[in-house]
């Protein structure tokens, strides 16, 4: 198989070929500027990975990987739109250097556009991509209403938290691997193993990046630390943190997240330090890392090649590692 680094590199180049150098620019400039911002494409790269397991022409799963991330941009035009974001991977988002409208519009044009690139998919399972592709969109969507909808609730459960998280980021990894998979031509025992892995390695992906939005290094992870916290977001940290604080250091969990007009960091340093001194950052990091074993011990017991699992566990592992 190839490496993560080549199959990148690929996706960047026909990305760069996709050509939104046309009228009206005011609607695809902030397509281009949104797709030219990078990123790590780990949807895209894992589309194409799947496709490689099963047949040496994983070329053929190239539309549908960057269907994939087209879509994944598009996401993040309207989740920078709801969260008032600025910045995003160290740069203006595309309603902080246009505006809101702008960023509306060009990203249910890069919407229809992912939608024109998986059309050009040739496979004879194109039916089950499009069906895959579709329910993927339709699960994206409604784990974003639950975040939004959790942040105005106080009775959060872990477990709704971790099914809002599967909808909102793990099914889309999944989905991509699937998809490659499918074009790929493998069975449906091997799909379901593809399928059960990812969404285990994309529940701790987004754990990791519910740390890293809190304890991670600002230069490094692209945004400014503590937005969740700001935006009293609903994360596992949070409720774990809820959950297990002691009736005084609960009081002072709620007097920081309702401080309206405290300095932002005043705020965040003090609900890390809570963070820590409930337990709730150790047990982030533990269920984190519990995923990360079911997914592994999912990819040990698959009857694929032993370069396929390696491809695979090297990809978790890296994710797992990142710090942005």
């Keep these: 198989m190839l490496s993560i680094d080549i199959l990148r590199k690929e996706i960047e180049q026909e990305i760069g070929n996709l050509g939104f150098k046309r009228a009206p620019l005011g609607l695809y400039e902030p397509i281009e500027y949104s797709m030219s911002l990078g990123g790590k494409r780990l949807r895209p790269v894992m589309c194409l990975a799947a496709c490689s397991l099963f047949t040496d022409d994983y070329a053929k799963a190239m539309p549908a990987a960057l269907a994939i991330e087209m879509f994944h941009n598009f996401t993040l035009l309207h989740d920078d739109v709801?969260?008032?974001?600025?910045?995003?991977?160290?740069?203006p988002t595309v309603r902080a250097k246009w505006n809101d409208n702008t960023a509306i519009l060009s990203g249910d044009e890069m919407l229809i556009e992912a939608?024109?690139?998986?059309?050009?998919?040739?496979?004879?399972?194109?039916s089950l991509v499009l069906s895959t592709f579709s329910d993927t969109a339709t699960e994206v969507c409604e784990g974003q209403q639950y975040d939004m909808e959790f942040e105005e609730r106080d009775d959060v459960r872990l477990d709704e938290y971790m099914e809002m998280i599967r909808l909102k980021t793990a099914v889309l990894l999944a989905g991509a691997i699937k998809i490659g998979a499918l074009?790929?031509?493998a069975n449906d025992a091997d799909i379901k193993s593809l399928y059960d892995y990812s969404i285990d390695l994309g529940l701790a992906f987004q754990l990791q990046?519910?740390?890293?939005?809190?304890?991670?290094?600002?230069?490094?992870?692209?945004?400014a630390i503590g937005g969740d916290i700001m935006e009293g977001k609903k994360t596992y940290l949070l409720i774990s943190a809820l959950q297990k604080a002691s009736a005084e250091q609960r009081a002072e969990l709620e007097q920081w997240l309702t401080a309206k007009d405290a300095p932002r960091a005043d705020k965040v340093a003090a609900v890390r330090s809570l963070y820590e001194s409930t337990g709730a950052k150790e047990a982030t990091e533990k269920k984190m890392e519990e995923l990360y074993a079911k997914a592994m011990n999912t990819l040990k017991l698959m009857e694929?090649?032993?370069e396929g699992k390696r491809f695979f566990a090297d990809f978790g592992d890296r994710l797992l590692k990142r710090k942005r």
Excluded: Q, V, W
């Excluded at 939608?115 to 194109?126: C, E, I, V």
């Excluded at 990046?209 to 945004?223: N, R």
């Design 82 to 91: 709801m969260d008032n974001a600025d910045m995003r991977r160290n740069e």
């Design 115 to 126: 939608y024109k690139l998986l059309s050009m998919t040739d496979t004879p399972a194109f």
């Design 183 to 185: 074009i790929g031509g």
């Design 209 to 223: 990046d519910d740390l890293l939005d809190t304890f991670g290094d600002e230069k490094t992870f692209g945004k």
């Design 304 to 306: 694929i090649s032993a």
